[in-house]
């Protein structure tokens, strides 16, 4: 089914774009550097690039999808070079909250993707995708490494109509 596919995936295109961090949400230099790991992991993933996404990812990297399932760095990115990608999405990663401790933070964080794929009839659908997440970060040496992401609600739309909703169990 297209969208346990979509699910499966989920850890993927949840830092497919580049994050926006409120003013006031953490001091700037911190933002910046956010903002960056973000865009370089954009970038890593839309050229499919294994080695710049294993300098993004923490050793012990984690994705867990809403439905509890992990995945391991080699495991994302491998799923990454199994799907097509798609030149009509557009994605939008806005950071909620960021809370840092010494050398590690957390990043609530909600995306939101939108796609219009076509069906075997022809007819096209607006799909959108939102997810709310918690990213943890870490900071061994000189920069930030996303050590774990965890989605913790998913909804998925069809036409503007809600298809799918679920919460982390």
């Excluded at 999808?65 to 495991?75: F, M, N, P």
């Excluded at 030149?87 to 401790?101: R, V």
């Excluded at 050398?103 to 794929?117: A, C, F, G, I, P």
């Excluded at 920069?143 to 799918?164: H, K, P």
């Amino acid at each position: 089914m297209r969208h346990d596919r979509l699910l499966r995936n989920l850890g993927l295109f949840l830092v497919l774009s580049v994050a926006y961090v409120p003013a006031g949400a953490a001091d700037d230099s911190l933002r910046v550097a956010l903002q960056s790991r973000y865009a370089d992991l954009k970038a890593a993933i839309a050229a499919r690039d294994a080695a710049a996404l294993s300098a993004i990812f923490a050793p012990d990297f984690v994705s867990v999808d809403v439905s509890g399932q992990s995945k391991v760095a080699s495991q994302v990115i491998a799923d990454l070079n199994a799907v097509k990608p798609d030149p009509n999405k557009t994605s939008e990663t806005a950071l909620i909250s960021i809370t840092p401790a010494a050398d590690s933070l957390t990043v609530e964080q909600r995306y939101d993707m939108k796609t219009v794929k076509t069906a075997a009839d022809g007819t096209q659908h607006n799909m959108e995708l939102v997810a709310l997440s918690t990213d943890s970060w870490i900071k061994p040496a000189d920069v930030w490494l996303i050590r774990r992401t965890v989605t913790n609600e998913l909804s998925f739309f069809n036409d503007g109509q809600l298809v799918m909703h679920k919460l982390k169990p």
